[in-house]
């Protein structure tokens, strides 16, 4: 995304002519940035080669899945919806992790029969689910056990998963007596131990110490994994502050990891990939007068970017065509949704708008979409993937006719 003169351009075209041929507000999305993330990603890792599964959590679009799945990618599900998503976007059944605290009875039935790569499991209780089925079946199938591994990631506690308070993974000491119990077992083959600290990590530390936890527990077992599955989280750079992860001191601590053992590496990534991808476009509505600031009412709300009313999660907001004026008082850009939580962000200095203006919220390109709902019966956004010159929605807005 970049400024010509005074217009706001991504990937060559203009904000302005995508608002009005698609009308707001707007998902765009670019295929060249995703290329260049999973490049990137790759290249910081080729020395580990590991097997690569986009989250799906983070962006459900068949048409971005399926170009994912075409650089090379897995996926990482979480629901049998998810698990469906992903056949369909065709990734391989073999390239498929399912995770997740809760899998019913039926997702662990579907899973097994479309043999995918790895049930990932968080409970003895899961475990002996999944045990039961696969005699029913007469089948053996491959799992991973999930470690809690009681590490602070460093992140938003609404995002971190890996420590002991936290409903995800199990302790060290029950991880110990699960290997055990899946040993005995003739239907359940461990294949794996997974982990998953949390999102938005933008520290290579917490990372480290989760390895570190990882071989402690290893070691312990005395187990042979053929997968360790490290999870995803790497975090993107939100506030444009030039704060990123160090992949390189990530990647050498896990090629430290792999020459004391013997396992192929499994990544989770979602935001990393997809996040700064994505941006929203949204039209003013009205300015309204505050005492001490002005509302920026949009035509984007929560119901279609989540992140703000749920994380308190920071997105850049920038105008989709600069002027030289400047507003008078802070900027507080909200949707129209019966809720004070559904504002985006505050803003002290900004230029003048007014009706009709657009502005773009940036890097939504992970749990955007993924979160957006009906929420005041709000018709969910249209979502357009940007291919060199080449526009095509990937998603139809909804009609009041749908929801209605
Ligand atoms: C959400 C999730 C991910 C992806 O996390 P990102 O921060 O988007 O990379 C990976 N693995 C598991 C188990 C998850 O729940």
Known sequence: MRYKSKDLFIDGLKFESLAKKFATPLYCYSLKKIKENIKNFKQHFKRINP???FSIKANSNTKLLNEIKKLGFGADVVS???????LKSGFKSNKIVFSGVGKTAKEISFAIDKKILLINTESKGEILEIEKIAKNKKKLVNIGIRLNPNTDAKTLKQISTGKKENKFGVSEKIFLELIELVKRSKFLNLKCLSVHIGSQILDHRPYERMLNVIQKVINKSKFNFEYVDLGGGMGIDYEKNNKNLNLRKYATNIEKFLKKNNCKIIFEPGRSIIANAGHLVSEVIYIKEGEKKNFVIVDAAMNDLMRPALYNAYHRVIPAKKNNQKSQKPYEFVGPICES??????????????KKDLIVICDVGAYGMS???NYNLRLKPAEILINGSKVKIINKRQTLRDIV
């Open 80 to 86: 049998i919806g998810e698990l469906m998503k992903a």
């Open 51 to 53: 097997i690569y599964c």
């Open 371 to 373: 979160l957006s709902s």
């Open 341 to 354: 939580t559904d504002k985006f962000s505050t803003v002290k200095k900004f230029q003048k708008l007014k």
